[in-house]
């Protein structure tokens, strides 16, 4: 069986068998016996089910590393094919079966022919979709137990033409934060407001401040942003004022500077017109992604090697900027690196089903342009 096949074979056993993050036991076993069969060395429960496999030719003090995720998505697959998820409940609707198996074939390839002076680091991620699994790589040690010069990730995109790539130098991704406000109030009866506080009058004068606050508190020329309410709660009912409304939403963004004023803008408001209408409220913020930034040198190496793999008229090096998240971004703050999207299929044609769907499947056509991608970044990055 040809690496085409195999490439295949393998996408199709691992979504099939989908499992939640931090809970990837057999695919992680999967994809470490495969490296074990190429020949390479392998060290498991990285940050919990995560794998490094490492590949070493030459002399060079040089190395790479290359990401994969390997998590599913708590949705019902709707598909009726033959490798349809076995998983009640779990199903691979974000490609991450896609990506793991185009990195064990690169891995194969590589170990195969050698044409490289240096080291590879084969990363298979656990938990992408919470924001858990990088930092917790990280944290057991990804950069510190070994010397990654750099590090590169790959995600398929629908509505973008199969096999086609993009990404860009800088932000290619934003950062995803949520916030949680509670505006506390006594309530009362509807009949008469005046005996209390209304935190619902307070609550909407929130929302409608919060909207100023990238247009007035943020440059219209590099710090692009959105926030979203997205929730709007109270505990009380047709004839109770309440006495909490809880206001929750999203927050997006490029850069740090504006992540951090959009903390202490939200704040800023909430605390103002709590204030002006003597109610108390309580407010939490957190941050599930970093921005995805692309560092200029390593953007130009992806560019390159897809160019090599697809043409040039199939590569977009300066696409513009996604409001969609990724935790690659925890791992661009270690080591510089590149992010680049494939296209897993536009129109109404094969791939373009969208990310997160229960209808959607991972694009088979594109699998070897993607391990080849892999294969052709290592072979210039370390070129002999």
Known sequence: MNIEQKVIEWRHHIHQHPEFGTQEHETAAFVASKLEEFGIEVHTGIGGTGVVGILKCGDSDRSIG????????????????????????????????????????????????????????????????????????????????????????????????????????????????????????????????????????????????????????????????????????????????????????????????????????LERVVAGQCMSAGVDYTYKFNNSFLSTINTPAETAYAVRAAETVVGEDKVNGSCQPFTISEDFSFMLREAPGCYILVGNGAGCGCGSVALHKPTYDFNDNILVSGLRYWQTLVEQCLAK
Not at 171 to 184: D, G, H, K, N, Q
Request: charge should be negative; charged fraction near 20%.
């Open 66 to 265: 290359l990401r994969a995720d390997m998590d599913a998505l708590h949705i019902h697959e709707e598909n009726t094919f033959d490798y349809a998820s076995v998983n009640e409940g779990a199903m691979h609707a974000c490609g991450h079966d896609g990506h793991t198996a185009m990195l064990l074939a690169a891995a194969h390839e590589l170990a195969q022919t050698k044409n490289f002076d240096g080291t590879v680091y084969f990363i298979f991620q656990p938990d992408e979709e919470r924001g858990t699994g990088a930092k917790a790589m990280i944290a057991d040690g990804l950069f510190t137990r070994w010397k990654i010069d750099g590090v590169y990730a790959m995600h398929n995109l629908p509505g973008i033409e199969a096999g086609h790539f993009v990404t860009r130098p800088h932000s290619v991704m934003a950062s995803e934060s949520s916030f949680e406000i509670e505006v506390l109030a006594t309530g009362g009866h509807a009949a008469m407001p005046h005996m209390g506080t209304d935190p619902i009058v307070v609550g909407a004068q929130i929302v409608t401040a919060i909207q100023t606050i990238v247009s007035r508190n943020l440059s219209a020329i590099d710090e692009t942003a959105v926030i979203s309410v997205t929730e709007f709660a109270t505990n009380g009912t047709v004839n109770v004022i309440p006495t909490k409304v809880t206001i929750t939403g999203d927050t997006r963004s490029f850069t740090d500077i504006a992540l951090n004023k959009i903390e202490k803008a």
